[in-house]
């Protein structure tokens, strides 16, 4: 109910375990309720593991169920690509998945995905742009206890890297992966900043 609301950012986990159709259906009618556009990426949590636990566990679904997930998700939020971008207030957005099928870490683009955010990136040198993952940026914060920097971090992080140092237009990244909060101090430090572009830290809604 907030004045002067262009949309809503989503940068993952919008289900809080497995991605089973009876989260999907809360996720649904809780989106009901907002009147500006959805913008959003998937987590880890939306797309990756299988409808049941297993010895107690969450475990990765095979590729042919991480398709369905993702499919779950694009019809659930109304996208048509899981990878997207969004020319507003003079600001490219451009919103990456971690859509990978077969891949090992948390939050890995596909070919496709990382093809698509090239030419965005190449075709709009001009404007300044926010990057939307599920995953922030290796060395954007000093938490050193969290999980492995493989499955914390967007990947591949050397390419990223790169990529980022080649197009300085970048300056933010938003992320939600580590659901840090704000009394964490690595929710707001110096560590935050990686070469010249900014790393939000976006907090559980539930805490």
Not at 27 to 54: E, F, M, Q
Not at 85 to 109: E, Q, R, T, W, Y
């Amino acid at each position: 109910k907030l004045d002067d609301i262009y949309g809503v950012a989503i940068v993952g986990d919008l289900v809080s375990k497995l991605g089973t159709h009876a989260e999907y259906d809360v996720l649904a009618k809780g989106l009901k309720t907002l009147s500006v556009p959805i913008y959003a990426v998937p987590g880890n949590h939306d797309i990756l593991y299988k409808d049941y636990l297993i010895n107690g566990e969450k475990k990765r679904g095979s590729p042919a169920e991480k398709k369905a997930k993702q499919q779950l998700f694009k019809k659930t939020l109304g996208l048509k690509s899981l990878y997207y971008a969004k020319k507003a207030g003079g600001h490219l957005l451009v919103f990456m998945p971690n859509d990978a099928l077969s891949a090992i870490p948390c939050s890995m683009p596909s070919d496709e995905a990382w093809e698509f955010l090239r030419k965005t990136l190449k075709n709009n040198r001009d404007m300044p742009t926010i990057i939307f993952n599920h995953a922030p940026l290796t060395g954007s914060y000093a938490d050193k206890k969290t999980m492995p920097p493989l499955q914390a971090n967007a990947q591949p992080a050397a390419r990223i890297r790169r990529l980022l140092k080649d197009n300085p237009q970048v300056y933010l990244w938003f992320s939600g992966h580590l659901h840090i909060k704000p009394a964490q101090r690595y929710f707001n430090c110096p560590e935050n900043k990686v070469g010249k572009v900014n790393v939000i830290h976006v907090p559980p809604s539930q805490i």
